[in-house]
Each structure stands twice: as C-alpha cells, then as structure tokens.
C-alpha cells in the first residue's frame, strides 16, 4: 500500500538557518504530494503541494520539489524564523489508488531566536 | 468562507459517558473525514464520507464509536461508552476532488 516516512524530530535551528526536511514515499499510482503545517492548538493547514513529476511547490519561502527518480519530495526553506516554529506533515493522495490520503508521522521543528 | 466547523473545542467527561463531537464542512465539498491525533500514534483516519455516505470505517477502533452524516452540512462522531484511552485530539476534515485537505481546528477530548 501507500507509505510516506519523514525524519524524525524534533528539528531545532537557530533564526536564519538553512531548513530540510525530508520525505520520501512509496504509491502504486500517480500521486500528488503535499506538506501539510500544524501550528500549536490548531488544525493541519495545507503549506504546498505537486501533482505531477519535477513540478516545485512553494508558499511563505519554503519549497519543495516532487522528485520520482527518487520518490522524494524534501521540504526546504532557506532561511528560517521563530514563526516557522509548529509540526510539518508531508501527505500524498494517489489517483490510481484508493484516493484516501496518507500522512507522515509529522515533524516538529523548534526555532530558537 | 468560514471553514471547517467543529464543536465543542474542548469536552472533559468522566469514562462511561457519551460523547458526541461535531462537524460542519465547508460548503461545497463532497467529502468529509474523521481523524485521531495522539502522541503514541500520530494522526489516524477514522472514517470518511464521500456525498454523505460512509465508505471506509476501517479505521473506526471499536464499536463505541459511530459516526453519521445526515446531510452535506452536518457529520457527528460519538463514542459511547467513552474510555481514558479515547483522549485525543479528534480532527474533522473536508474535500472536493481528493486533492488538498481542509482541516477543522480540532476537538480536545479528556476522558478521566
């Protein structure tokens, strides 16, 4: 079935550090990749997303780049700020399967000033 | 546009009492979901709905829990009775086309 497994956190960084988190996954079909954000006491909220090979998604300075070679889709942000601080999900809907979205386990990341 | 809709934020209940937890999609969507979120376990899905009807309830833990949609506006997620283990944060999630998700802002349930 469909998987996606992310790095385990928690991730902590100082202010201005270079961010990755990565991502990889496993779908029978044709999925589209998501990285969801949860900030504390809040729902999960839609960050970015690809619905095809080689497109990059991007929103608030992170992107990420849907990699099939690799069955990847890393999450980067060049330069990260305390705000940033709350759990990331990376998430894929496969067309060609069952269309029940699966999540990662989530990871946190702490951003210290 | 308002969102997803979940009442109450918070329940704390004593076990062995019911407990009903509920869902307001955004106008519009054809599909609702029902999560779990725990430490232990991450987020779990529960059940969905696709055009009110329940497809998969795989995920549904055991028959103390039950969830209905009686229209397009209205889903409700009980568990009777409520056990300490059921605490959680219960999510309720809406669609259109299997694509993004719309995340409500969650149902704290404390089951003492």
């Known amino acids: 079935g469909d998987s996606v497994t992310q790095m385990e956190g928690p991730v902590t960084l100082s202010e201005e550090a270079f961010l990755t988190i990565n991502c990889t996954y496993t779908?029978?079909?044709?999925?589209?990749l998501f990285w969801y954000v949860q900030y504390p006491g809040e729902g999960l909220q839609l960050l970015l997303k690809?619905?095809?090979?080689?497109d990059k998604g991007s929103n608030k300075g992170f992107e990420a780049t849907y990699r099939k070679e690799t069955t990847s889709f890393h999450l980067e942000k060049g330069s990260v700020q305390v705000s940033d601080s709350a759990v990331y999900f990376c998430?894929?809907?496969?067309?060609?399967?069952?269309?029940?979205?699966?999540f990662g386990r989530g990871t946190s990341l702490i951003v210290h000033p | 546009d308002a969102g997803v809709i979940q009442s109450p934020r918070h329940e704390v209940t004593e076990m062995g009492q019911e407990v009903t937890l509920r869902c307001k999609p955004i106008?519009?969507?054809?599909?609702l979901f029902w999560y779990r979120q725990t430490m232990m376990r991450g987020l779990e899905l529960l059940i969905y709905?696709?055009?009110?009807?329940?497809?998969?309830d795989s995920g549904m833990p055991e028959d103390r829990f039950s969830a209905k949609m009686p229209n397009a506006s209205f889903s409700t997620l009980k568990i009777q009775p409520s056990e300490p283990r059921d605490s959680a944060v219960y999510f309720c999630?809406?669609?259109?086309?299997?694509?993004?998700?719309?995340f409500g802002p969650g149902t704290r349930l404390l089951v003492l």
């Open positions: 999630a809406s669609t259109t086309g299997w694509e993004t998700q719309y």
């Open positions: 709905f696709n055009n009110n009807v329940p497809i998969d």
């Open positions: 998430a894929l809907s496969d067309q060609g399967g069952s269309y029940i979205p699966t």
């Open positions: 106008s519009g969507h054809n599909s």
């Open positions: 690809a619905t095809k090979a080689d």
């Open positions: 779908a029978t079909g044709y999925p589209s």
